[in-house]
Structures are given as structure tokens and as C-alpha cells.
């Protein structure tokens, strides 16, 4: 592979353009622009997305943007998300410019907002970060439609060390059914970012529209008011940075000595990383984690093997299932025998039932549950090994898994800064549904997994 190439595996072209690009109009470059759809990579650092657009701009030696869509409160979003994720694309904004890339706020329907702003500005390449959240891949089978005949679309999984269609083909049962696949292509794939290339054409179509940074913060907190911003976690890619190997508190230079042994212990929240708000808006690459963290596993061995299991395993393993099992998110996509199992019980006596109103408030007989619901609503981040219990204690108060599984997502999505995420519907459908939680059978192999 050619030195700074982004690897082959990492990204797949969607939409192979048909017809030749119209001619350039002299006040534009001499090829049409390679736009980068940015969302859910929010990052200039460590993104193959990025590093993808800009290696295409220069070779058609074209001039590249950056496009950020603004949906209207996204998955049911909040002040809490929205501040930190738009607090952090204003960061963001200014980065890029620094480094000649123009960074444009598009707001509405992205499947509508972006054809239109190619078409505007006659672009030849359209680059996508990769999600597996069905909304995002309707969007994007839209836009794929929409967009016309003279565009190239490329999808890019700069999210995942191992890209999710790299690391396997079809739904995998559990960890230790992935891992190994995912062991087997770190090689290729675990590797040092080269730089960002710079753009070789600047961008000459016109400036992008100002954004009015505090009117939209100020518009997006009022609307989702309800669960309002918190402030332990500083949005952006240097304090992302600063958590992770921070000269203060980092992660890697001051918590993780006993990381394998004292991440299950909830009086020591300290201990986890933190780093999930900043890995879910993608304000850090679970990439750079990783090798950072490699970096330091010659003195802590077991915490840093521990720490990535947890980053690359069990977080590639959510996108997985997510990408290859539709139902992500409701009974419909458990195990038929994890089905059969809830449904035989759906009936049994319950000591309590709650109603969503009383969970959410946080009124129930066990304290401890209560406090992690407090922890969630407050803090905006509930402890890991809570999480599970909180989301198991759901089942048995409520009156079936359904109802369960659609009230556990409905409070993760709505109180976590980490929420909406791939590996909160997997955690709930873990806790909840059994998934990825039980010996099984490969019907391949034949081998007990
Ligand atoms: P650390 O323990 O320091 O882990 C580092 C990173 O590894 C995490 O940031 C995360 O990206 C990944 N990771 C850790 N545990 C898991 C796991 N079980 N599955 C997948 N990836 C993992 N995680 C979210 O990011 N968003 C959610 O909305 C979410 N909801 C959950 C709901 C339930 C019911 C359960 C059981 C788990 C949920 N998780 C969720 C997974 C996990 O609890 C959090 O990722 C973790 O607590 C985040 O804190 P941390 O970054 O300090 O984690």
C-alpha cells in the first residue's frame, strides 16, 4: 500500500458515478468538489473520512469541504447531547479552517439538504462516515438516490479500528465469536495515522455561510431543555484528548493501573475511562485509543488487554450487530431461545410493577436503583457494571420484556451524553434479552460458541 493511503478494506464505493462530471464552471477548480458528509466521526484528527476526502480532492485536483447536516433533534436528542456535540463542532469549525478545509452547517433533512448542496456546488465525490443505525442508512440510501448520476458516493468506517464489513460478513453470536476475526486484522488495520494531507486546491466557490454558534446553542438548549447540559465533560477533540492521556487526570497517565480489576467497582467511577461521550460523537478515534494505549501496555498488561477488549471487541461487536440485525433494538432481533425463554416468564407474579413515569422519576422500593437513575438523569453517565443492573431490574418490574427493553431505551437514550449509541441498545438488548451473553451453537462451524 502506497505510504498515507487510507487501506482498502477501510472504506467501498456506494455509488459509482455514470456520467462524466459537467465541465467546470471557470470560477470553480478544475474537478468538481469532494465533499465529506461528516457526522458521526465529528473529528479533523485521526479520521480516515477525512484523510479519504482530501487524498480524492487533490488527486482529481479538486478542492474539498467539509458538510455537517443539523437534523432536527436527532433520535429524540437533548440539550445535554446537542450542547456538547454543537460545543464541539464549533471547535471544530475553527480547526478546520486552520487547515484550509471549509466547514459548512447544513440544518434539516439530510437526505434533502445534501443533494441539493452537491448540486449547488457541482461536486464529483460525496465521502460518508459509516453508522449502523437504520435512520442514518435510510438517509443515505436517499441521498444515493437523490444525488446525481456524475456523483461518486464512497462510505468510510472511520469509526471502528476494524471496519464492520472488514471484520466480518454476517451477525456474530458473541465475542468470542468476533474476536478472534478482529484479532486476526489488527495488524492491518491497528496502524499510526499518517498526516492529514493538505488540500492542494483551495476552495474558491465562496465562503461558507457564518454560523451563529451561540443563537444555535442557545436555540438547541431552550428546545431540548428538559434534560439539561452537564458539566464534568468538556466537549471537543483536545479535551477528548486531555481524558485520555491529560497530564492531570488522563486516563492513560494517571487511571488505568488497576483498569482490569476496579472497572467493575462502582464507589471507583473514576477508574473507567470516560472517554464514551467523546467516542460516541466522535470527538476521539477509539483508533488513537488504542494505540496510545499500546503504548503503555508494557507496564500495565492486564488493564490495557482489558481496556481493549472493551474499546475494540465488545464496541465493534454493538456496531456489528446493529449493521446485520435489523431488529437492533426490540425483542424481535433476540435469539429465538432468549425469545421463548421471556415469553414463558412474561406472566410470572411480580413483586412490583412501575410505570415509566415511575422509574423515570426514580421512585421504587430499591434504593440503589434509584441512585443509578439519579446518577443518569444528574450526571448524564451512569456507571458501567450499574448499568446493567439498573437494565435487568427493568425486566422484572415492568410487565414484559417488550415493555422493558422499549422503557430501558427510551431513559438510556434520553438522560446518557453517551446514548443513541449502537452499544446502548446492544447493552440493553444484553441485559434484557440475552444477547451476546450465552453459550451457543455456530450453525456453521458446529462448534459450541
Ligand atoms: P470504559 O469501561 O472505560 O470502556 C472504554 C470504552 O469501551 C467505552 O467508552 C465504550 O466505547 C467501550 N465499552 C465499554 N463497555 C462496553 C460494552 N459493554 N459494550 C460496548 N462497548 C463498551 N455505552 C455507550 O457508549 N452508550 C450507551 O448508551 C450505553 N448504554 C448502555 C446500556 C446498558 C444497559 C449497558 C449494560 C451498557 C451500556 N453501554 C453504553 C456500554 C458501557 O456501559 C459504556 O460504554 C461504558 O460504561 C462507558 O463508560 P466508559 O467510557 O468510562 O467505559
Same mark, same amino acid.
Given at each position: 500500500m502506497e505510504s498515507g493511503a487510507v487501506h482498502p478494506g477501510r472504506f467501498r464505493m456506494v455509488k459509482n458515478a455514470v456520467s462524466p462530471?459537467?465541465?467546470?464552471?471557470? +470560477?470553480?477548480?478544475?474537478?468538481? *468538489? !469532494?465533499?465529506?458528509?461528516?457526522?458521526?466521526?465529528? %473529528?479533523?484528527?485521526?479520521?480516515? =473520512?477525512?484523510?479519504?476526502?482530501?487524498?480524492? +480532492?487533490?488527486?482529481?485536483?479538486? *478542492? !474539498?469541504?467539509?458538510?455537517?447536516?443539523?437534523?432536527? %433533534?436527532?433520535?429524540?436528542?437533548? =440539550?445535554?447531547?446537542?450542547?456538547?456535540?454543537?460545543r464541539g463542532l464549533r471547535l471544530l469549525q475553527h480547526r478546520l479552517r486552520d487547515l484550509g478545509i471549509p466547514f459548512f452547517l447544513l440544518r434539516g433533512d439530510a437526505a434533502e439538504t445534501l443533494p441539493r448542496f452537491l448540486r449547488d456546488y457541482g461536486a464529483s465525490a460525496l465521502v460518508m462516515d459509516f453508522s449502523p443505525l437504520r435512520n442514518?442508512?435510510?438517509?443515505?440510501?436517499?441521498?444515493?438516490?437523490?444525488?446525481?448520476?456524475?456523483?461518486?458516493?464512497?462510505?468510510?468506517?472511520?469509526?471502528?479500528?476494524?471496519?464492520?464489513?472488514?471484520?466480518?460478513?454476517k451477525l456474530e453470536y458473541s465475542a468470542k465469536t468476533i474476536r478472534s476475526k478482529i484479532q486476526r486484522l489488527l495488524p492491518e488495520f491497528l496502524v499510526d495515522f499518517p498526516n492529514?494531507?493538505?488540500?492542494?486546491?483551495?476552495?474558491?466557490?465562496?465562503?461558507?455561510?457564518d454560523v451563529d454558534w451561540d443563537d444555535l446553542i442557545t436555540e438547541v438548549l431552550r428546545e431540548g431543555g428538559g434534560v439539561p447540559e452537564i458539566e464534568w465533560c468538556q466537549p471537543g477533540e483536545d479535551a477528548a484528548m486531555e481524558m485520555l492521556m491529560g497530564g492531570k487526570e488522563g486516563f492513560l497517565t494517571k487511571r488505568l493501573s488497576n483498569f482490569h480489576i476496579d472497572r467493575n467497582d462502582p464507589l471507583k467511577p473514576k477508574r473507567l475511562s470516560c472517554l464514551s461521550p467523546y467516542l460516541h460523537f466522535g470527538q476521539i478515534s477509539a483508533q488513537r485509543c488504542a494505540l496510545e494505549a499500546?503504548?503503555?501496555?508494557?507496564?500495565?498488561?492486564?488493564?490495557?488487554?482489558?481496556?481493549?477488549?472493551?474499546?475494540?471487541?465488545?464496541?465493534?461487536?454493538?456496531?456489528?450487530?446493529?449493521?446485520y440485525q435489523p431488529h437492533y433494538d426490540s425483542l424481535q432481533g433476540a435469539w429465538e431461545w432468549a425469545r421463548r425463554t421471556l415469553m414463558d416468564h412474561a406472566a410470572d407474579k411480580r413483586e412490583h410493577l412501575y410505570t415509566l413515569d415511575e422509574l423515570e422519576k426514580a421512585k421504587t422500593a430499591d434504593l440503589l436503583w434509584n441512585a443509578s437513575q439519579l446518577e443518569m438523569v444528574h450526571y448524564?453517565?451512569?456507571?458501567?457494571?450499574?448499568?446493567?443492573?439498573?437494565?435487568?431490574?427493568?425486566?422484572?418490574?415492568?410487565?414484559?420484556?417488550?415493555?422493558?427493553?422499549?422503557?430501558?431505551?427510551?431513559?438510556?437514550?434520553?438522560?446518557?451524553?453517551?446514548?443513541?449509541?449502537?452499544?446502548?441498545y446492544v447493552g440493553c438488548m444484553w441485559s434484557i434479552c440475552g444477547v451476546h451473553d450465552q453459550v451457543g451453537y455456530d450453525a456453521e462451524t458446529k462448534n459450541e460458541i
Open positions: 462530471p459537467p465541465r467546470p464552471s471557470p +470560477a470553480r477548480s478544475p474537478g468538481g *468538489p !469532494v465533499v465529506y458528509w461528516m457526522f458521526r466521526d465529528q %473529528r479533523s484528527r485521526d479520521n480516515w =473520512a477525512l484523510i479519504h476526502a482530501v487524498r480524492l +480532492a487533490n488527486q482529481s485536483s479538486a *478542492p !474539498v469541504a467539509v458538510a455537517f447536516n443539523l437534523f432536527h %433533534r436527532f433520535l429524540g436528542a437533548h =440539550a445535554r447531547q446537542l450542547g456538547f456535540m454543537l442514518v442508512l435510510q438517509c443515505k440510501a436517499e441521498i444515493c438516490e437523490r444525488v446525481g448520476s456524475t456523483i461518486t458516493v464512497y462510505e468510510v468506517d472511520a469509526h471502528n479500528v476494524v471496519p464492520v464489513w472488514t471484520a466480518s460478513d492529514l494531507p493538505k488540500p492542494d486546491v483551495e476552495w474558491s466557490a465562496g465562503d461558507p455561510p499500546r503504548k503503555v501496555r508494557k507496564s500495565h498488561l492486564q488493564a490495557v488487554d482489558v481496556f481493549l477488549e472493551e474499546l475494540i471487541v465488545r464496541r465493534e461487536l454493538a456496531d456489528n450487530f446493529c449493521y448524564g453517565k451512569m456507571h458501567g457494571f450499574m448499568r446493567m443492573y439498573w437494565a435487568k431490574k427493568i425486566l422484572e418490574w415492568t410487565s414484559g420484556p417488550e415493555e422493558a427493553l422499549a422503557m430501558a431505551i427510551y431513559l438510556n437514550d434520553k438522560y446518557e451524553i453517551d446514548g443513541r449509541d449502537p452499544n446502548g
